[in-house]
């Protein structure tokens, strides 16, 4: 399965294990944290997401735009990275919920300032007949470390008997090895520079424009997974399976993404991701109809499914539709345009589930993207073999 992957995609793909290892041990336990320890209301916690994930959003397109008028991709990744890794830690020292909000922030402007160089990086570093699989590899790993750190931390918190705050300072302990390896193991590529960075001379033309036009009416039926969580509940899955159902999820997740990563290799892209989203609508239509905590679970393997099928081989699409000395501010795009659908389409399906039922709300996201699916085969076109080779580097 690591036939192709290069060097930097290989321990790129460390990187994220390491990072979201660090970042899950606190991510699950900030809520908690927010209200039990520092006092803090499920308002201020919403405010603490949306001022975060909005943040990133914008700077994964100035960073991505960036990255291609300067020589190193390599500095922005680790200099976003570095600012993470070491923001996140602090939040065992806030006193009060407003010093949780400031790590968030750091944190999320880190990741904004890494991604798209980042995914430029993974685009210059891979052949193109192996870039699906080397995408795929990636979201693998990402998923990997998803999965270990929330089980590090429940070891540390039950087993250990140690206390929220020891291991929110625990959590610097993968992150600082990232960026260890950064420095030590990653390699910039070889490549032209643009010469016109701005965010008007990055704005996405042709089959790039058409396709992040679809994916931005998918993502807007693409609503947060906490409500999965909250339909697991209702169809019976007690509070103590709940984490175990999380887990269950990024383990389908870490599974899937690298071999439908290297399908989209051979066979295309476009037909990856159509099959992908109609495995989503397929999901949600099940999630409307089930019953039963057994069908939960499986539901949820068909949606992990989902995202084995989709998270890497879209961005290996994006770089097949750019030039090399486009990628980061054409990975810009992508990232800034699944942002700015992301949270009406959270705001969208608590509402149609709060006026017209959970049912409503699941065929909604089901309708959307089977409506995304036909138009990204009627607008979009496949990048042939030809066209991936001569803008591999």
Not at 91 to 113: E, N, S
Not at 166 to 185: D, E, K, N, Q, Y
Not at 273 to 278: C, E, K, N
């Amino acid at each position: 399965m690591l036939s192709g992957i290069s060097g930097n995609v290989l321990i790129l793909g460390m990187v994220s294990f390491l990072t979201d290892v660090s970042s899950e041990m606190i991510y699950p336990l900030l809520p908690l944290f927010l209200t039990t320890v520092l006092g803090a209301g499920p308002a201020f916690l919403g405010v603490i997401e949306g001022v975060a994930e909005s943040t990133a959003a914008l700077l994964k397109l100035v960073s991505g735009i960036v990255s291609d008028r300067t020589r190193s991709r390599k500095g922005l990744v680790l200099a976003g990275y570095a600012l993470s890794s070491l923001a996140r830690p602090l939040v065992a020292a806030a006193t009060g919920p407003a010093a949780v909000l400031a790590v968030r922030f750091a944190d999320r402007v880190g990741k904004g300032v890494r991604t798209s160089p980042r995914d430029a990086l993974i685009a210059d570093s891979s052949d193109s007949t192996v870039r699906g699989k080397a995408y795929g590899f990636h979201r693998a790993m990402d998923h990997a470390g998803a999965l270990v750190g929330p089980l590090l931390a429940t070891l540390l918190l039950a087993g250990a008997a140690l206390d929220l705050r020891t291991v929110f300072w625990l959590s610097a302990v993968p992150g600082l090895l990232a960026v260890l390896l950064i420095i030590l193991r990653v390699r910039d590529v070889e490549r032209k520079r643009t010469s016109d960075g701005s965010i008007l001379g990055a704005v996405p033309r042709g089959g790039l424009r058409r396709y992040l036009a679809v994916l931005v009416l998918f993502t807007l039926g693409n609503s947060s997974d906490a409500f999965l969580l909250l339909r697991a509940g209702q169809l019976g899955v007690p509070p103590a399976r709940i984490p175990l159902l999380w887990a269950f999820f990024h383990l389908v997740k870490m599974l899937a993404s690298t071999p439908f990563g290297a399908l989209s290799d051979r066979i295309g892209r476009r037909r990856v991701i159509v099959a992908g989203w109609a495995v989503y609508a397929l999901s949600y239509l099940g999630f409307a109809a089930a019953a039963s905590e057994p069908a939960c679970w499986l539901l949820f393997a068909v949606y992990g499914t989902f995202y084995g099928m989709t998270e890497g081989t879209e961005k290996a699409f994006v770089a097949d539709l750019v030039p090399a000395e486009a990628r980061g501010g054409a990975f810009g795009w992508y990232h800034f345009a699944v942002g700015v659908g992301a949270l009406p389409a959270s705001v969208l399906f608590g509402l149609i589930w709060e006026r017209a039922g959970q049912g409503a709300a699941f065929l909604f996201g089901a309708g959307l993207a089977a409506l995304a699916a036909v138009l990204l085969l009627a607008l979009v076109r496949e990048a042939l073999p030809e066209e991936r080779n001569s803008r591999a580097f």
